[in-house]
């Protein structure tokens, strides 16, 4: 499992809780750090849960928005053969793990949903007053009545079946924040591509790849659902320009990046501290 966090340790932690209540704890956790402040770098590394995950925590100087490049180098740090992307502000239900190798599948890969908390539940979570996985329905229901979640999939567990798979590609719904694919098929498209600066759109691009390269979607609605904790939005100055590159990749065949996963980093400026 591979997690982007970026200068927000308190919601970090609160996922990595998570992680620590699954109820299959066969996996690892990389946290791909964009560069955040000692502030935030340090209590992660301080952390007892960070520590009993055996978390491997991947920083790198910060240069800006780049989720594209510290993936990428997640991935490198990482043994899997699967891998699970999920960002640091999504907390797990207790079966994510077990739901996103349930649909695991050779020749897809999986696109997560998620939950949208509201601002009074996310202060209450990432201050540690409330916990969000392992609850039942009565509690999601009171949540949902209040407005404090924008829906109660959640809840529901769909079987694996012939309506998740999504065979051609659609901008709509695509969530790396919540999304499980093969090694080999994310190294085939040489992964995420870095040349895509600022925030956007660069997921659309690694998706819109691998189908070009024949690896078809399986939505895991209703199966790996995570609860996304509040945050302002981030700044869009480069929106318009990835998009419009995703938008001229989709008249093409391109399958492998730009400036992809397997480049030569010359004088790498990444720090690695292995826990546990």
């Not at 070009?212 to 700044?235: D, M, P």
Request: proline share 2%.
């Amino acid at each position: 499992m591979v997690i982007t966090t970026y200068n927000r340790c308190d919601a970090l932690l609160a996922v990595l809780d998570g992680l620590s209540r699954q109820t299959d704890r066969r996996f690892e956790v990389i946290v791909a750090d964009d560069g955040s402040r000692d502030a935030h770098r340090q209590p992660i590394l301080d952390a007892a849960v960070a520590q009993d995950l055996h978390v491997v925590h991947v920083w790198h100087p910060d240069v800006g928005f780049t989720a594209s490049r510290v993936r990428n180098r997640g991935v490198a740090a990482a043994r899997g053969q699967y891998i699970v992307f999920l960002d640091g502000d999504c907390v797990p239900e207790v079966d994510f793990i077990a739901r996103h190798k349930w649909l695991a599948q050779p020749g897809f890969f999986v696109n997560g949903s998620r939950v949208l908390l509201s601002p009074e539940l996310t202060q209450q979570v990432v201050s540690g007053r409330e916990r969000v996985s392992g609850r039942g329905w009565r509690y999601w229901f009171r949540q949902r009545l209040a407005g404090h979640a924008s829906k109660l999939t959640g809840l529901l567990r769909l079987p694996d079946w012939s309506g998740r798979v999504q065979r051609d590609f659609t901008w709509k719904g695509i969530r790396s924040c919540n999304m499980g694919v093969w090694r080999t098929d994310f190294e085939r498209v040489d992964g995420f591509d870095e040349s895509f600066v600022g925030w956007g759109h660069e997921d659309a691009d690694f998706v819109l790849r691998l189908h070009h390269s024949g690896v078809a979607r399986k939505n895991g609605f209703c199966a790996t659902e995570v609860y996304h904790l509040w945050h302002k939005e981030a700044a869009r100055d480069h929106e318009s320009q990835n998009a419009q590159t995703v938008r001229e990749r989709e008249k093409s065949d391109v399958v492998r990046a730009a400036l992809g996963y397997s480049q030569q980093r010359i004088h790498d400026d990444a720090v690695i501290t292995r826990l546990g």
